[in-house]
């Protein structure tokens, strides 16, 4: 069965980093493209960042863009996110996503989503 297993959420003060990890079961995951997206309880699914499997194209959103590095080993068929200078706001459950469609910003051009870790920031 495929499947995406998040890790690396914990409790930051403002300001600190944690890098979040996303291990995918099968070597299918590294011919398309990955993402990160978060949720507020009560809020909906945002996009985070994302990168294309051909040729490595990185894509943030403008919250967190500067803070946030996306990237992915093939070899260890894992995605991560690299969070620096979190934010209060930066709060949320983190969903690793695999997926082929066109656009890897969008929520609904990924087929596979893994459990959610969540982040927490103090102020």
């Known amino acids: 069965q495929v499947q995406l297993v998040e890790s690396g959420g914990g409790l930051v003060q403002a300001g600190g980093s944690l890098r979040l990890s996303c291990a995918a079961s099968t070597r299918t995951f590294t011919r398309v493209n990955r993402g990160w997206f978060r949720q507020d309880p009560g809020k909906e699914r945002e996009f985070v960042a994302a990168i294309r499997w051909i040729g490595g194209t990185s894509y943030y959103a403008d919250s967190v863009k500067g803070r946030f590095t996306i990237s992915r080993d093939n070899a260890k068929n894992t995605l991560y996110l690299q969070m620096n200078s979190l934010k209060p706001e930066d709060t949320a459950v983190y969903y690793c996503?695999?997926?082929?469609?066109?656009?890897?910003?969008?929520?609904?051009?990924?087929?596979?989503w893994g459990q959610g870790t969540q982040v927490t920031v103090s102020s």
């Open positions: 996503a695999a997926g082929s469609g066109a656009d890897p910003r969008r929520r609904n051009e990924y087929d596979y």
